[in-house]
């Protein structure tokens, strides 16, 4: 049985449905085989094809309410799709963000911006996965950032500077954090900050310039500068000064969907060191009677099912309402981290052949590799459980 099987067979709550899914995703995934994406990783290309499969399959309008044209399914069932296509092989990072970054338009946007644009977003004709929260002179510390959006007549106007906005070249509208009352003037340090949606086709893209950055993996990933970009300011999602709350509320699922990820590459690495651990014949024996080369891969094992709980604990309290920022951050901790240790796992197991191409390893432990660092790195979780969970003094 393989080990995505019997993760699949003694998931706590996998209904029907989950199960279902889980299948047409790796059904869907079959027909994108590790020599698509190491084409694509060599010229940093972008996964079109991939991505306008998951988008008329309708999984990346997973989250989207029936109502405007989405599934309508819980994040639960989000995770799996995700999870499935990491232990595929393939990478849903190119997308991962069609499926939450209208989270905050769904919260906080008006009737008549949610009837304007999800529909759209259901249906792939808009793509909304770019997000513009980090900036360059601020980095985690988000209430730092200098973006300033100033209200002038029934435009905002924009300046200023953002990084690693991913997937921008390959959206239609980007969500964007920027500051509309200054620091000093605001009571609360979490307000004065604003969201808005962008729409980069339109007008309001003239004064916007990007630039590629060329990363590690293949991630279509950008800097962006912002001269006297003009929003119309119905395109304010929300309260003007609330943005930051909003965003908040959305990192929940995005780290839940992302752990989700990362114990989908945990999987993949996984099965990858114990079939070639099987195969692989040094000194006459397979490498895999070995303890040495067991144990490793037993215990990323049993780091990845523990990872794997508390993800669906944190999906669980998200789609009942509950509060959920701890086991969020703990769920997106502790898969990053049996990723990672499944990746250095496999790489061991594999020996050489893990630095050869054509066994994706290198490409996949490239990809995983990001988790301890985005969308929230590793100590920023710490510092966060330290302090909220703890009750410890806040470090910074
Ligand atoms: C490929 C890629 C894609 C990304 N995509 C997006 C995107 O689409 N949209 C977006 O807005 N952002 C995106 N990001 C940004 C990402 O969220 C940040 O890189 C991440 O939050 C860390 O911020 P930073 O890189 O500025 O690191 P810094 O904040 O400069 O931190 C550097 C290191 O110092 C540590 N550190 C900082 N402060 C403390 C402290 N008080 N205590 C202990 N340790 C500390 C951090 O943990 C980190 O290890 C992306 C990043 C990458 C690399």
């Given at each position: 049985m393989s080990i995505e099987k019997r993760s699949e067979d003694t998931r706590r709550s996998g209904s029907e449905e989950i199960v279902r899914i889980r299948e047409a995703v790796r059904a869907l995934c079959a027909g994108f085989p590790g020599t698509y994406w190491r084409e694509l990783d060599r010229t940093r290309a972008y996964p079109t094809a991939f991505v306008k499969a998951l988008t008329d399959a309708g999984f990346l309008a997973a989250l989207i309410p029936e109502a405007y044209g989405g599934s309508g399914l819980n994040l639960k069932a989000a995770v799996a799709i995700m999870e499935e296509i990491q232990a595929s092989g393939c990478n849903g990072a190119a997308c991962h963000a069609q499926m939450y970054v209208m989270g905050t338009l769904l919260r906080h946007g008006s009737a008549d911006q949610k009837e304007r644009w999800l529909p759209g977003i259901a249906s792939g004709a808009?793509?909304?996965?770019a997000f513009g929260v980090t900036e360059p002179g601020s980095g985690s510390d988000?209430?730092?950032?200098?973006?300033v959006a100033v209200r002038e007549g029934d435009h905002y106007v924009i300046n200023g500077q953002k990084i690693w906005t991913s997937r921008l070249e390959h959206s239609d509208l980007m969500l964007l954090l920027a500051r509309t009352t200054a620091r000093e003037a605001v009571k609360k340090h979490t307000e004065g900050l604003s969201v808005f949606l962008l729409?980069?086709?339109?007008?309001?893209?003239?004064?916007l310039t990007v630039r590629p950055i060329r990363t590690m993996m293949n991630h279509a990933t950008t800097e962006v500068f912002f001269d006297d970009v003009r929003v119309p300011?119905?395109?304010?999602?929300?309260?003007?000064?609330?943005g930051f709350s909003y965003i908040l509320a959305g990192m929940n699922a995005e780290r839940i969907l992302i752990a989700g990820e990362c114990i989908g590459d945990a999987k993949w690495f996984i099965e990858r060191a114990t079939s070639y651990a099987k195969e692989r014949v040094v000194f006459g024996r397979p490498i895999g009677r070995n303890q040495g080369i067991q144990f490793p891969i037993a215990r990323a094992y049993a780091q990845m099912r523990a990872a794997e709980l508390m993800v669906d604990e944190a999906a669980e309290r998200y789609q009942e309402g509950l509060p959920c920022g701890a086991e969020a951050n703990m769920a997106k901790l502790l898969a990053a981290d049996a990723s990672w240790a499944a990746a250095d796992t496999c790489v061991q197991t594999l020996?050489?052949?893990?630095?050869?191409?054509?066994?994706d390893v290198e490409r996949k432990f490239r990809e995983t590799r990001l988790y301890q660092v985005a969308p929230v790195s590793t100590n920023l979780i710490l510092s966060y459980l330290s302090e909220h969970v703890l009750g410890l003094p806040r470090s910074y």
């Open positions: 808009l793509r909304l996965q988000t209430l730092n950032l200098r973006t729409d980069l086709r339109e007008e309001s893209r003239r004064g300011a119905e395109n304010l999602i929300g309260q003007e000064g609330q020996g050489g052949f893990a630095f050869a191409e054509e066994f």
